[in-house]
């Protein structure tokens, strides 16, 4: 791979192109490992994409074992069948995670409160040890702190340094007056901040965590085989016609038992939706770690299939075929999360 600045917040990059599908891959030490596919990527909003993909980003591959995971704009076809591959042993692509302008839409925070919590939850979950202190660069706390860089959304017009900088002083004055963090006062570099949370910062940490949760994430379970495609995409479809982000399991944990990075998606959730059709265990395990946590839990199973008898009587989307599912999803939602 050759090195250059990343397309989204300037670090120093490794990447590699195919002219094939017009396509630029990269490694980035903010943004982690991405695609960027030129007839995917039009109408994208270059300022929320950086957030995004700060905030999503696969960075240590140790981490994730031999799943080479990365942030992609290819349609939602190519990357199951590319994860199909890898499954069965073909790990030439990786494992690629679907990404669109819906997604980081309703993913991106719309108030500056949101913002808060966000940047809160970030700093907690990169923080080792209590009261420690987080090490961001210029070009991450950008990103994480939601900054824009450009004027008009795309990669043109750059926003001047003074400004930026102004406005993160902006964020960090306000975090510290609400005794949320600490900024360091002693010699830093001036391309580097050092933050640390508050008691009352992990007090907000811990109401939103128990709560509820930042974004629009909604987490599905359920039972993941070519044969539930159909379940999936009708799944999908109602939690997105909602206004919120699916997330699935299989496409964001992939070890056969459960992560402590899964827990985190479901801690991470607005509401969970759990289809019990296929009295899959990990589904089960799942509906009762969100409901520990007082998570919104949507429960679905088809018609004829016997419910275990802790949850035969909480109220479920009983379906006949998978074309039921969008609208009475849609509606569930609209009348219990909203």
């Known amino acids: 791979m050759e090195q250059k600045e990343c397309n989204l917040c300037g670090s120093t990059a490794n990447y590699s192109c195919d002219y094939n599908i ?23 909003n270059y300022n ?33 069948s590319y994860n199909k591959e890898f499954n069965e042993g073909n790990n030439t692509h990786g494992r690629p995670v679907h990404i669109d302008n819906d997604i980081i839409e309703n993913w991106y925070p719309k108030t500056l409160s949101a913002r808060i919590d966000m940047i809160l939850l970030y700093i907690n979950n990169h923080t080792k040890h209590i009261g420690q202190f987080v090490n961001f660069s210029m070009e991450l706390i950008q990103s994480v702190f939601f900054i824009d860089r450009y004027d008009d959304n795309t990669d043109k017009n750059m926003r001047s340094e003074d400004d930026r900088y102004d406005e993160i002083e902006y964020i960090i004055q306000y ?22 949370l508050l008691p009352e910062g992990y007090r907000r940490v811990d109401e939103l965590q128990k709560y ?45 038992f459960i992560t402590p990075e899964l827990l985190k998606y479901i801690r991470d959730s607005k509401f969970v939706v759990v289809d019990l059709t296929h009295k899959n265990n990990g589904a089960y395990f799942e509906e009762g770690y969100a409901m520990g946590l007082g998570k919104p839990v949507i429960q679905l199973c088809q018609k004829g299939v016997d419910l275990h008898f802790d949850i035969a009587q909480k109220n479920t989307i009983i379906w006949e075929t998978e074309e039921n599912i969008p609208q009475r999803l849609l509606n569930r939602i609209k009348a219990t999360i909203e």
């Open 22 to 44: 017009d396509s630029v891959f990269l490694q980035c030490p903010v943004c982690g490992r991405y695609e960027l596919i030129g007839a995917h990527i039009q109408d994208i």
């Open 48 to 80: 929320h994409l950086a957030s995004y993909l700060a905030y999503h980003a696969f960075i240590n591959k140790s981490h994730y074992g031999a799943e080479y995971r990365y942030n992609t704009f290819l349609n939602k076809e190519i990357c199951d």
């Open 175 to 196: 975090m510290e007056k609400c005794e949320y963090i600490l900024k360091s006062s002693g010699p830093s570099d001036a391309d580097f901040y050092d933050i640390k």
């Open 212 to 256: 509820s949760s930042y974004g629009k994430n909604a987490l599905v379970a359920m039972a993941f085989r070519d044969e539930t495609i159909p379940l999936r995409e009708a799944i999908r479809k109602g939690i997105s016609e909602a206004g919120y982000n699916a997330i699935f399991i299989d496409e964001v944990q992939h070890n056969e």
